[in-house]
């Protein structure tokens, strides 16, 4: 039998010597490495048996969570359930819903008011008091893992809250709190910064330092002002976060979300993003987490442009994130719906395809923060597309000022001397539910729900694992009560961010209303998706000429089996001619043959053909 520290040792001495030279590469300090590694070997020691035996079944099946099986669903817990216990309580809705994989949003202590919708963390250690204890976190944890639920849980690591100890601490003068974060006395260096480092906040919170009166300081503050940006120059910083990470790890969380990765390393003179020991700092934390607790995954958050985002992946020798969000195509498919255009979209999966299979996105429609238009703007500028007046149609597409428009929304950010801005507003209220429920338009809603499930159906044709945010399954809009509530009514987002309308669930059982036809398709969407294995992450998939820029033709070339995706992105009536057999799984007629395919606005069809079949097919305006 071995002892219980041998697994330990053994794991690490897998990593030791790679830790090591990038430890010592960026800190040369022997002393703080040694105390990190007797810090990991407590970690391990503390992690309960239930937790060591998941990390032994997973490191059997390292591929655990790249299978089509997996269904996610992001929420604020207070918004869900009240608290913690609440969300327990709850879980069989949860499970209903198809969901597997349940991100619960930042539920760490976090100052009411100054909170960043709680990215803005004054204790690690502390579960938000009125959503609960840690002890009601391990408890939901556990219950989650019974029941074969992964929790997902964010892991605020570029900054903390100004009230958390360390900042207080620093505020007081203390100069070994001070060095934890970025104080310069004068504005001197600030100033040098603010040369090259771009803004996140540009009008909620301009500039990237704030002036610390009391202190006689100036303080980096890349987001909010309250949210102090943490040193990694200094190695305590490190080896303490880690700590904080693995504690999240022994709670029994599965997916820790690294939350504004990018942005971890400053180094005068550059941008501050995705600067090279950022990636030294992810790999060492995938190293760590491999040693102590390899049933855990990591999860970036690199809201950034595609050549910036699949670094994170690392290298297959030397992996980083297990997961990152496919952040350009979820914006490139709102481009798309307003644009009825595919072919930026056809562009951005040919990208996304041609990356190694194992790469694993986690893919959403949307998710609680804005939508920033991120798009391929040299692509879209071939075509006559600039950047600033796209931007604003965009803008004006989807908070309804145009004509046609059906979606209702708010600007997020926005600068009115650049007219740069960003999007807020739930998926229901972008696709029309919201504007039709108003007008008591009937035809507009039929389009609205129909927009909504293909476009569900689009986000659960790729690989990976998709995410729907807590609502979404039952058309929830827009709640525009944050405009009467002062903590909120600066942060748009918070339009997208509404409490859970439990009424809207007891309509899911009622024929015909917009709850029960979108929450039934997506659940056949979900099922099916959980039962073919095209839809795995091994699986070939390619995008195919539709013959028609409002049409989009997906395939996936499974081992046994060859799946087509058709999406009709027009407003506008299509006929696929279709030439090979097959199948549509969403309602098991035959299609193709010498056949057409019909397709009103905003319909699709999944396919299923045989193993040999090309499935080329063409499309005309019906
Ligand atoms: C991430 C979060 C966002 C937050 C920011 C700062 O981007 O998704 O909500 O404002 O980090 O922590």
Same mark, same amino acid.
């Given at each position: 039998m071995k002892g219980k520290n041998d697994v330990f040792t053994e794991r690490l001495a897998v990593h030791y010597d790679e830790l090591k030279w990038l430890y010592m590469e960026l800190y040369d300090d022997e002393t703080r490495f040694a105390e990190l590694c007797e810090g990991l070997r407590g970690f391990f020691e503390d992690r309960k048996k239930s937790l060591k035996a998941l990390d032994a079944r997973r490191e059997a099946d390292p591929e655990w969570y790249r299978g089509s099986g997996l269904l996610g669903m992001m929420m604020y817990v207070g918004q869900f359930a009240g608290n913690l216990k609440g969300v327990a309580e709850h879980l069989d809705y949860v499970k209903s819903c198809g969901v597997n994989y349940l991100h619960l949003m930042p539920l760490m202590e976090s100052p009411a008011g100054r909170s960043d919708g709680g990215y803005a963390v004054a204790d690690f250690r502390k579960v938000q008091e009125e959503l609960g204890t840690v002890e009601d976190l391990e408890a939901l944890a556990d219950r989650c893992r019974e029941q074969g639920i992964s929790l997902c849980l964010d892991f605020v690591m570029n900054h903390t809250s100004e009230d958390h100890e360390w900042a207080r601490r620093a505020r007081a003068g203390e100069k070994e709190y001070q060095d934890r974060y970025f104080f310069y006395d004068s504005w001197e260096i600030p100033m040098k910064f603010e040369k090259t480092v771009p803004q996140v906040f540009p009008t909620t919170a301009p500039g990237n330092f704030t002036w610390l009166p009391d202190v006689g300081k100036h303080v980096m503050t890349s987001f909010y002002p309250y949210q102090w940006d943490l040193n990694y120059a200094n190695p305590v910083v490190f080896n303490e976060m880690v700590y904080n990470y693995l504690f999240l790890a022994n709670m029994g969380i599965d997916v820790i979300r690294l939350d504004a990765v990018p942005y971890i390393w400053k180094e005068l003179g550059t941008t501050c993003r995705n600067l090279p020991q950022v990636h030294t700092l992810v790999r060492m934390m995938r190293m760590i987490g491999e040693v102590v607790c390899p049933g855990t995954l990591l999860l970036g958050e690199v809201v950034m442009e595609p050549v910036k985002v699949a670094?994170?992946? @690392?290298?297959?020798?030397k992996p980083e994130c297990h997961m990152l969000y496919n952040v350009t195509t979820m914006a490139t498919v709102w481009h798309t719906v307003a644009t009825q255009d595919v072919r930026l979209l056809k562009k951005q999966l040919d990208t996304v395809y041609s990356l190694p299979r194992e790469y694993t996105f986690l893919n959403y429609l949307r998710c609680h923060d804005d939508i920033g238009w991120g798009l391929d703007y040299d692509t879209l500028a071939e075509w006559g597309m600039q950047q600033i007046p796209h931007k604003q149609f965009l803008n004006d597409f989807f908070t309804g000022r145009l004509e046609d428009s059906f979606s209702r929304g708010e600007l997020y950010n926005n600068d009115p001397i650049t007219r740069d801005a960003r999007f807020c507003g739930t998926t229901a209220s972008m696709c029309g539910v919201e504007k039709a429920g108003f007008c008591g338009d009937a035809h507009g809603m039929e389009r609205a729900i129909r927009l909504d499930v293909m476009l569900h159906a689009f986000m659960l044709f790729q690989a990976g694992i998709p995410v729907i945010y807590s609502g979404d399954e039952v058309g929830q809009v827009n709640d525009y009560t944050y405009r009467d509530d002062p903590e909120k +009514?600066? $942060?748009? +987002?918070y339009i997208h961010r509404g409490a859970f309308q439990w009424n809207l669930v007891k309509n899911i059982e009622k024929e015909g209303t917009v709850q029960e036809r979108l929450f039934k398709s997506l659940r056949k969407l979900e099922t099916l998706r959980a039962e073919h294995e095209a839809f795995e992450t091994h699986a070939k998939a390619e995008t195919c000429e539709s013959g028609d820029n409002g049409v989009l033709f997906l395939k996936r070339t499974g081992k046994t089996e060859t799946l087509i995706g058709i999406f009709n992105f027009s407003r506008e009536w299509k006929e696929t001619v279709w030439t090979e057999d097959g199948t549509d799984l969403m309602t098991g007629e035959k299609i193709g043959g010498d056949g057409k395919v019909c397709m009103r606005p905003y319909d699709f069809v999944w396919g299923l053909l045989g193993p $040999?079949?090309? @499935?080329a097919g063409t499309v005309r305006e019906a």
């Open positions: 670094p994170y992946f @690392g290298t297959v020798e +009514r600066l $942060d748009s +987002r $040999d079949s090309c @499935g």
